[in-house]
């Protein structure tokens, strides 16, 4: 990315999040060439292009300006209406077809799950290893073995309680990644023909765990912004023999809806007076915006029905696979069952994750972790507000690295993913998050990798997107 491609970003991003009102002088040419030591030139063009893209204007001997109408606040996804019925999912093959394209090498990495590696103190982490490795006696690899390092699970344990919440060591398990606890936690609770409900859009390794178990899907609306519907689920468990609930109340992928914790603890009661299980995916929550970390469900559990899966993955450690499940009264179930199939997460990624948080910095390394990703997600949100068709909504979620974009009637994000690979460019189209592909005029956004990568892309998508609108009938 050039220098003043870099500065015109930064002061979108600032326009997007409010920093800079319409009305605002920006700085002028003398300023910011002082303030950034760049050269003339690059502050004009970037102003031009901020200019032309319609966010700021020029006043006659007075400066550069933000526009009043440079910022209109696109809506929201409108909220989707399932049909109410459990079905039979088969997704995994559309699944694989697009993480595949999505991973080839040269592909901006829109599509992606996770967030930049430059975001993560990997260094740090591979000397915990080394350390932590050093001083491993041989007779303590068996510490390792499900349900995990005891040291590493007090650690967890512990942050639990500096929540408040009742979680006992021996409750947790280490799992490799959250997925395999999530997976875990699925099988324990549920019999082949039963009926999960699940959100509406879904995280699809959700919908593939279900097909996998020849389960059933049962959808349930839920709001961009507020979560899933407690009167529709209310009335589901009304009308059908529902064997669990695999739910995302933080930070939901793709939405990246939050539940409030009035709402997380109503859920919770609905849910226990059916005696229905909650497997709880939480692998977003420390990535929060604001000054306090969202409690989870699981803070409301009172008769061991919420399963609370998470991981260090998201927050701290990609690539290191090391999850947790605090599994309530399902805790000996689950343990005797990955013991008769994986045994043990990785000895020396559990020692690794051990020793970096007992070396402190964990929390300091969330805060940069947290600003950093606001700070990315106000800029690719100003793009996206700039650079896409009128009629296209998005979300605006208070955390994580998602973005969920429905594009205008008549626009199927399936051609624009095409369109978008044949570009370098990889998303994750609507399709592939719900059962029936009921999502085909939506696409999921990772805006958690550097500017430099994201923004350039997001524009040539959005480019892409104005093209198929002209190209459609």
């Not at 050269?39 to 933000?66: C, D, K, M, N, W």
């Not at 599994?327 to 020396?348: D, F, H, K, V, W």
Request: hydrophobic share 45%; charged share 20%; net charge positive.
């Amino acid at each position: 990315m050039k220098l003043y491609e870099q500065y015109a970003d930064e002061i979108a991003a600032l326009i997007g999040n409010g920093q800079l009102a319409p009305g605002d002088r920006l700085p002028s040419v003398r300023e910011a060439r002082a303030r950034r030591s760049v050269s003339a030139s690059t502050v004009f063009q970037a102003y031009q292009r901020l200019e032309r893209e319609g966010l700021i204007h020029a006043r006659p001997q007075s400066g550069f300006y933000v526009s009043a109408s440079a910022m209109p606040a696109r809506p929201a996804p409108a909220v989707a209406a399932p049909a109410g019925e459990a079905n039979e999912v088969a997704v995994s093959d559309l699944v694989f077809e697009v993480l595949r394209a999505a991973r080839s090498p040269g592909i901006a990495p829109l599509g992606s799950a996770f967030p930049g590696p430059d975001l993560f103190p990997l260094a740090a982490l591979a000397r915990a290893a080394a350390k932590g490795l050093r001083r491993l006696a041989p007779e303590a690899i068996v510490d390792n073995i499900a349900p995990g390092n005891p040291r590493l699970r007090e650690q967890i344990a512990l942050r639990y309680r500096i929540d408040g919440i009742r979680v006992q060591p021996d409750e947790i398990i280490v799992t490799n990644g959250a997925l395999e606890g999530l997976n875990a936690a699925l099988q324990a609770v549920t019999q082949p023909g039963d009926t999960v409900v699940i959100e509406s859009p879904a995280f699809y390794a959700a919908l593939q765990a279900i097909e996998r178990l020849k389960l059933k899907a049962l959808e349930i609306r839920t709001d961009p912004e507020h979560g899933i519907d407690l009167d529709a689920l209310a009335d589901a468990l009304a009308r059908n023999r529902v064997a669990a609930c695999w739910l995302m109340p933080t930070l939901q992928n793709p939405l990246g809806s939050l539940m409030t914790e009035a709402r997380k603890r109503a859920l919770v009661a609905l849910l226990a007076g059916h005696g229905v299980p909650l497997i709880e995916d939480d692998v977003y929550a420390e990535l929060y915006a604001g000054s306090q970390r969202p409690r989870p469900a699981k803070a409301y559990d009172e008769h061991g029905l919420v399963l609370h899966c998470s991981s260090f993955s998201k927050c701290l450690a990609p690539g290191y696979r090391v999850g947790w499940i605090a599994a309530g009264r399902e805790a000996q179930r689950i343990q005797r069952q990955l013991l008769m199939t994986t045994m043990a997460a990785s000895a020396p990624a559990q020692t690794a994750i051990l020793h970096y948080l007992e070396e402190g910095g964990y929390d300091r390394h969330l805060r940069r972790l947290r600003a950093a990703l606001t700070a990315r997600r106000n800029a690719a949100i100003a793009t996206i507000e700039t650079a896409f068709p009128p009629g296209t909504r998005l979300t605006r979620p208070r955390g994580g690295y998602f973005l969920w974009l429905a594009l205008p009637a008549g626009l199927d994000a399936m051609r624009l993913h095409e369109a978008a690979l044949r570009e370098g460019i990889g998303i994750a189209p609507g399709h592939v998050f719900s059962p029936d592909h009921r999502f085909r005029d939506c696409l999921r956004i990772n805006c958690g990798h550097p500017g430099s990568d994201v923004l350039p892309a997001l524009r040539r998508l959005g480019a892409l997107a104005h093209d198929l609108q002209r190209s459609t009938p």
